[in-house]
Structures are given as structure tokens and as C-alpha cells.
């Protein structure tokens, strides 16, 4: 700052120099963020929710990453930019950016967007809290509690506990510590170390987070017991029974099982009430990764596909995926009413938990979580179903289950198209087959030259920018298409669109 | 729906029964939906920006916990509710909450709103991205590098990796966990059973995430030796040394030592370059918790405090406290560059990382996190950056630091007011003494008055709705006021009306 500047300043009324700094009121320039401010959320309405979700927009502009680093200005400096290099370089990371919202995107586990989520976000954001105490989260604090009440209805218990987490695989790790806590509670505070082996069970087809909590907790990778599942990817309650035996024969002690509701890739329910008999006869912590397959429950016709989850101690639910809620949005919910949560997760600390204070402070939350601060991600969900009504989320779940098995048949009738399995839930696996390969022996050869199928129409597609789905090779199989239906703004012209389209991509290969 | 609804949706163009779900196209009413959230975000400017951060409002609503359940409609339903309802809800939500933008907030160590961050967040809400692939997220992903290594530089490595986390106790369990892996590679897979017991240091003064840590990592509470500090805070590495000498009398193997650089409470920052004398010397994973100093690296004037911090191994930093990046906003930086953290954290889940992509997929950061799905945090401190640039960044540390040195001469020259000690940063310790105890001997009766002062006054400022600041006893010391500036909203008279209003509700008791 220049002498001429600095002295205009002081000159101002009640300023003060301090440190070399003048402090002399509000020094920032409101209208003009104001005016950028309106300016900013007119264009994000137009290309962030309005082109991001018009079926006749793309899904994505792709680039290969060298070639966007020079497209985005990303370099940080000294002086900042003005607002109208602000207001492009927003543009363009919407315009670079996937659209997620769209409704050709079938790419991952979560899709779409609900406006009135959304609203509940921008609320959020506004807003600001930190959910660890009632003192500065009132209303968020009692939200997530209405709403973790609520799923825990749905799942069957008569009352319990939980947490909103950052993810369903922070959801499984807290289900990892709470068995390990019930199993051995002086593992809190003596550590693992001179401790008898630890061992946990889940599916082949669980999800790869199990494997990232055992080794996050100290568990370690090889002992989580990987059983084995039956050809619709569902966990066999005999090789259950086989793996527990096993780790007593080697002095081991389980602790816990994991079953899937709903597996990443084939969409698969373990049998849950088999499990639990399991579990209860060996004393075992029985946990249900529901967190895509948790939104069925709110379906009459659907929540079948979870029948006995009212036998868990502990279920991972993320309203994020199929209901629509927005990333993140996680529940771990635990059926104990003894403040297991609280017990094993806290720490105690005085200078935020002070118990001194003017209301009942088993409010605060900050003890049950292994974060300090902490996003008030039920809020979003909550003003969802406060807008759609248990009906409207119902509605959701069997229009995306419709939508599932229309495609189902589709794939069915035309040529080129092999199912991998009949679906249970939204996730529809299948291979295409150029016609080249149409006529083919299905030896080695064959599979190879299949294996490049599905990357190679990935790629034209993306390029494209008209959908995106993902593939993957899966237990011995090449790779195959995953389509997952979720969101309720897609149509069933937009299943017709993606077989078309597929086969216009792929038909040369 | 009844039959006649039915009928009537058959006969429309295209429509398929499916399951008994009608599959006909755009089935939600879009326009009803895109009019209530114009409504909605007109409100939320005004309620929840505009009114939020204005000085002449309250600061909060308070009600008991009880009774704001009455004043609000928590209870999800069947049904939805119309959108006037819903708005109406909205507006409860907001007029309930803690304006934790608002100038006179003082209570946490993240405060105030910043327009950019703010935009930069309504983008990602919009968006809804999730930051493991290049593919589904590939804007994100290059921010997040490019935030990344510009934090890096301020640190002062020449290179380094990282990763944004959700918050910064989670931050501080990575960097465990990277030391352990450093430590004892073998742990990730085998687990800590049968291995030798492990220990960790960190200050007294130090976050309590550190114990959360070693529970939840499987290491004990028990094996965090916790330091002794000085008079202002700081670890005294003499202590450390004789707490590692300690550790490996008793036959554990000591593996990390945390740093802070910016208590929770005082604010004090630990002598890093001493204690990293000692990690050299032992061998010692050296972490640095500046989830609240590390703001102080962008200030020429204040970044001494922080002296030798280019000697951690790794470095938490939240830009959501003092930088004002909006929660959460939180990185964990890491000196290695041989992929410490990839191999660390990888599950090598195929379904997602599939290395057949058609670009460099060495982008995917999916790997080196614990979680899954991961929100794109990094965007809107870029964005904020961009906008501010470093000296913009700069200034807002200066004159927060500058805000608190202004007060502590404010609260020196009052009569009872007493500083509990000369900061280093920007929490001001003070207690108030209310006429009725200031000609009183300090005996015991005195102590226990003045610990009932300081909750006393909390109460009526809530209750009020004037401001919000924290209090808490510590190390010995009966309740004293802790006050955090940070916003950048904050004005010279705030400060002094903090001292007027505490003298105005304190004064009878």
C-alpha cells in the first residue's frame, strides 16, 4: 500500500493502525461481490442445473488432461482476477465439467438432481454449520436426528442410533470399530497390539472399502475373509459358516461380518436372514452394507430384497445414490441404545463438549463422530422427503426398477445384446457384440477381441460427449457394460436412446 | 393411483407398463419445480446471505432444544408438502440457525462467508461431482492438483503429494496412518496383532483427534504419550525426547510425533524446527497439525510462526477456518513422492480404476483415499484464490491477527478484563470479572465464582442473540472466554462491542 493511500485511510473516522494494518470498519467491497454474486448464480441456474440436465445437451466435453490444463487458466498468483475472468473461468469448469445431473449419465451409483435437494444444499452452504454441537447447530442437529429416526422405522428396529458420515466407506469403518469396541473394548485404549487376531467376513462382491477399513483400523487386509457368493453375486451362507470355522481352528477370533445389500457391480442382495442365524449363533457383529441398495426400503414392492436387516446391529445407507440426495449424503445407523456410538468414538474434549451448558447436553453429537467438524448433510435429504413424501421417494425407487426392467427386455429382443444376468436391482450388466464377432466361435480369441469392446465404445462415446456408462471385467468375465438407471428425470426413450446408440458406436468394431 | 389416472397415462404417446410403474417420458412437473427454487434462492440470498451476515441482526435464534422441536415440523410424512410450506420451512431452518457468517460470531475457529467460496460451491452442488476418476470428474481433479501444489509450495517442499479430506481430524488419522505404513509396511496387510506396540507424541495442547486417531487406528489411546507444554502452549522438546527415550525403555516402538502449529484453544504453535531435530535423530514421521495456523503461511508478516515446517513429513490445513473456504475445505499434504499415499490407502478396486481408460490414469486419485465417493473441495478455495489472490489471502490473515492485537490492547486498558496470555495468534483468552469479585482475595471462592461467570454470560448472549463466543477451563484454569477472529466482515468496532456487551450482561453477577 502506498503513504498516500495508507494516510487517506487513516484519515477515515475511528481508524486505527495496527501491525501496519489499518483497521478502520468494513474494508471489503460488498456491492461489487453482490453484484458478481447474482451475476454468478443467473449463469450457474443456466449452465450448472438447467443445460447440465437438458437431454438434448451433452454429458460431457471431454479432453485428455494435458490438453484441459491448458484450456483452464489454473495457475494460482499473487493479484487476483476481475470478475468477468471469474464469471468465464466458472463458465468453463461447468462447461469441462461432467454432468452428473444429465439424464444419459448411467456412469456411477448416483445420478440426477433434485431441486429441492438442492435448495437444501445452497441452504447449507449459506449457512455454513458445523454439526458437533447443539449450541451452533440447533436445527440441524434436531433434522438429522428426525431423520435418522425415520430410516431407522424403515429398517425395522424399534429405536437406535447413528451418524451421518462422509461416505459409505467411513459408514463401513465405523461398523468395523463399533464391532471391534463390542467384541474387545480395551482395544480403544490398549491398541490391537499383543491382541489375539482379529477377523471379519464379507463377499467376494463387497465393496472394496471393507479392505480399506481393515487395513485403516489395523485389522489388516488378510484377515478380512473373503466368502464365497453364488453365480447372481449373493454371499453363501454355507461358506460363511466354512470361513468362521476356519479362523477358530486358526486361533483367530471374528468379529464381525459384513453383508451387501446391493453389491457394486452386479447389484447383488446377500441373504440376510441366513446370515444373521449365522451371526447369532457364532455371537458375531452382523453389519449390511445397504448403502446402494438401503433405498429399496422405502419401496413396498421392492424391500424385499433386504428381508431380515431388522436382524443388524449396524446398517451403512446412502441416500446420496438412488434417492438422489447429492453427494455426500451417508447414514450409519446402529440398533444399540446404549450410546455404543458415543462410547467408542469419543474423546472427551472439554474445550468443545463443555457440559456446563444451558440446554440437555446429550444433544450435541460431536462424541458419536470421528470428525470434529462436520457437514449437516441430512438436512438435504430431510427437505427432500419433506417435498416428495415417503410416496415420492417410493415412486422414485420402482420408476428406477421399471425403468431396469424395461431395458432388461430390450436388451433381450435385439440382436447383439447378451445379458449378463437378470437384474434384482438397477443395475443392468451386459455385453455388446459387434457384428463381427456375431458369428464367431467363442474361444480365447473371442473373448480377447470382446474384452476391447466395451473401452473402445467408452471412449467413442465420451468423445461424444451423448452418455456415459461404465464397464468393467468382473469374476473371469471380459469386459462387460454396467448400466445403472437412477434418476427420475430419465425416460424410457433414453433406454431406447442408449441401445441405439451403443450400437451405432460399436458396430464397425 | 387409481384406474382412471391409469387409463389416461396409457393412452399418451409411447407409454409402457412396467411393474405397474407407467414409463412414459418426463413424469415430474419441472416447471412447478424450477418456480419454487427461483422463490427459494431469492430467499435464500436474503435470509441467508444478506440478513445472515448483517450486523445489525442476531446472531442467533436461541431456543431450547424442546421446544424448537414444536416450532419446527421435523416429522417426515406420506405425503409431500406444497411448495409454500416448504418455503416456509426453509425460512424456519435458516431463522433458527446460527449465523455462523455473521460479524459477531466468534465461536469456532471457522467464521464469516466469502462470496467466491460461496459461488464456487453452489457450482459443485449444481454439479454434484465425486473426485476419484479423471473421467467422471476430470475439472475437479486438475484443481485439486493445482490447489494442491500450490499449497506445497507454501510449505516450502519442492514437491510433495496430497489429498482433500473431510476435515482435518481425518486428516490428522491419514498422516498416521502414513507413518505407520512408513514404520511398518507389513500393518496394512498383516494388522498391528502380534506386532510390536506402537507409539505416538503429540503436545498436551493438541488436538483431541490425535487420541481419535489411535482409537480408531487400532493403536490405543494409551500409545499417544502426550507431552508436556510451556507456559504459552508450546511442546517442550525436551519433553519429547524423554517421553521417546521413555517409549523405547518400555520395548514400544515409537513411529509419529504431531506438531501444532495453532492450539485449539490458545493458539500456540509448537517449535517445529527443534522438534524436528529430534524425528530426524530417531528416525520419527514428523506430522504437522496446521488445520488452524497453517493460514498463517500466506502472511510474510506471520508465517515465522510456522518456522521449519518445510522439515514435516506431512501437513493438515484446513482453508476452511481461517482462509474462509467454507466447510470443509481440508487438505492433507505429504512430502513423499514415491506414491506413499497411493500405497497406503489402495484397495486396487478394478470396477472403478480400470486401467484400459483412454487417458493418463495416474490422474485418479481414487487410490489414495480412504474414502469412495469424495466431494470436490479443493474448487472453491481455488476459486477464492483466483479471486483474492495470495495477497488478498494475505491481507485477510494480517488483519485478523492485527483485529486480535487491537482487542488484547483493548482488553489490557479495561478494568475487569484479564488476558490469560499474550497470543501468538488469533484466539484471544481472556477472563471478565464482574464488579462483585474485583476487590475479592483470588482464593478458592473467588476461583469458583469466576467459573460460573463465564457460562453465565454465554447463556445471555444467546439468549440475546448479540454475538457468540466460546469459553471453556483449562489446564487448571477455571472458565475463560476464547475469542477467535477471523472474518474478514469483522470490524474495529466489533471488537469493541464485545467488550461493552460481555461488561452489559456481566455486570450484576
Redesign the interface.
Known amino acids: 500500500m502506498g503513504c498516500n493511500q495508507l494516510e487517506a485511510m487513516l484519515k477515515k473516522k ?1 481508524a ?1 493502525l ?4 489499518v ?6 467491497d460488498s456491492k461489487a ?2 453484484q ?2 447474482e451475476k ?2 443467473r449463469m ?2 443456466e449452465e ?2 438447467c443445460k ?1 440436465t437438458d437431454v438434448t445437451e451433452k454429458v460431457c466435453e ?4 494435458e490438453k ?2 491448458k484450456l ?1 487458466d ?8 476481475p470478475h468477468q475472468t ?1 464469471l468465464q ?2 463458465q468453463s ?2 462447461h ?6 444429465h439424464p444419459r449419465f448411467f ?2 451409483l ?1 445420478a440426477g ?1 433434485d ?2 435437494s ?6 447449507t ?6 454439526v458437533y454441537t ?7 442437529l ?2 438429522e436426528e ?2 435418522l429416526k ?1 430410516m431407522i422405522e424403515f429398517i425395522g428396529w424399534k429405536e437406535g442410533d447413528g451418524i451421518f458420515s ?5 459408514s463401513n ?1 465405523y461398523a468395523t ?1 463399533l464391532a ?1 469396541y463390542k467384541c474387545c473394548p480395551d ?12 477377523v471379519m467376513f464379507t463377499s467376494e462382491e463387497s ?3 471393507m ?2 477399513a ?10 478380512v475373509y473373503f466368502v464365497k457368493v453364488d453365480d447372481r453375486g449373493k454371499m453363501i451362507p454355507e461358506e460363511l459358516e466354512e470361513q468362521i470355522q476356519r479362523a477358530k481352528q486358526e486361533g483367530a477370533k471374528p468379529f464381525l461380518v459384513c453383508a451387501t445389500a446391493g453389491t ?2 452386479l447389484g447383488a442382495f446377500d441373504p440376510l436372514d441366513k446370515l444373521a442365524d449365522i451371526c447369532e449363533h457364532h455371537g458375531l457383529w452382523f453389519h449390511v452394507d445397504a448403502s446402494w441398495g438401503g433405498a429399496a426400503l422405502l419401496s413396498k ?1 421392492h424391500c424385499k430384497l433386504l428381508k431380515g436387516i431388522h436382524r443388524a446391529d449396524s446398517v451403512a445407507w446412502n441416500p ?1 445414490k438412488m434417492l438422489m440426495a ?3 449424503c451417508c447414514a450409519l445407523l446402529v440398533k444399540d441404545n446404549t450410546d455404543l456410538l458415543k462410547r467408542c ?1 469419543s ?6 463438549f ?1 457440559q ?5 447436553v446429550r ?1 450435541d453429537t460431536g462424541d458419536k463422530s ?6 449437516a448433510d441430512a ?1 438435504k435429504f ?2 427432500m ?8 421417494l417410493e ?1 422414485r425407487v ?2 428406477a ?3 431396469s ?2 431395458l432388461v ?1 430390450e436388451i433381450k429382443k435385439r440382436e447383439g445384446f447378451q445379458l449378463i444376468m437378470e437384474p434384482e436391482y438397477a443395475n443392468v450388466c451386459f455385453w455388446y457384440i459387434p457384428p463381427s464377432l456375431r458369428n464367431m466361435e467363442q474361444d480365447q480369441e473371442f473373448w480377447q477381441k470382446l474384452h ?1 469392446v466395451a ?1 473402445e465404445i ?2 467413442r462415446m ?1 468423445k461424444k460427449g451423448s452418455m ?1 456408462l ?5 469374476q473371469g468375465k471380459v ?1 462387460f457394460f ?1 448400466q445403472i438407471v437412477i434418476s ?2 430419465v ?3 433414453d433406454m431406447d436412446f442408449l441401445l441405439d446408440e451403443i450400437d451405432l458406436l460399436g458396430k464397425d468394431l
Not at 495496527?18 to 494494518?21: I, K
Not at 422427503?385 to 415420492?392: C, D, E, I
Open positions: 475511528n486505527v495496527v501491525d501496519g494494518v483497521l478502520n470498519g468494513q474494508t471489503i461481490r453482490e458478481f454474486f454468478a448464480f450457474i441456474i450448472a442445473v447440465a471431454w479432453q485428455p488432461p484441459l490444463k483452464l489454473l495457475e494460482l498468483r499473487d493479484s487476483g482476477e471469474l473461468l466458472c469448469v461447468i469441462y465439467s461432467v454432468k452428473t445431473g456412469n456411477q448416483y438432481m431441486h429441492y438442492l435448495v437444501a444444499r445452497f441452504i452452504e449459506a449457512l455454513n454449520p458445523s447443539y449450541e451452533v447447530s440447533p436445527v440441524f434436531l433434522v428426525a431423520t425415520k462422509p461416505g459409505g466407506s467411513i469403518m470399530n471391534r482395544v480403544k485404549e490398549r491398541g490391537l497390539s499383543g491382541v489375539q487376531r482379529l465393496h472394496y472399502s479392505k480399506k481393515a487395513a485403516f483400523l489395523g485389522i489388516g487386509t488378510q484377515n457394486t457391480v414392492k446420496h447429492g453427494i455426500q468414538h474423546a472427551g474434549a472439554k474445550y468443545l463443555q456446563d451448558r444451558c440446554y440437555d444433544y470421528i470428525q470434529c467438524s462436520r457437514r438436512f430431510w427437505l422427503w419433506k417435498a416428495l413424501g415417503t410416496r415420492g415412486e420402482d420408476q426398477l421399471a425403468l426392467r424395461y427386455a476391447r473401452p467408452k471412449e465420451m456415459m461404465g464397464y468393467q471385467p468382473h469386459n454396467r427420475s428425470q425416460r424410457r426413450e
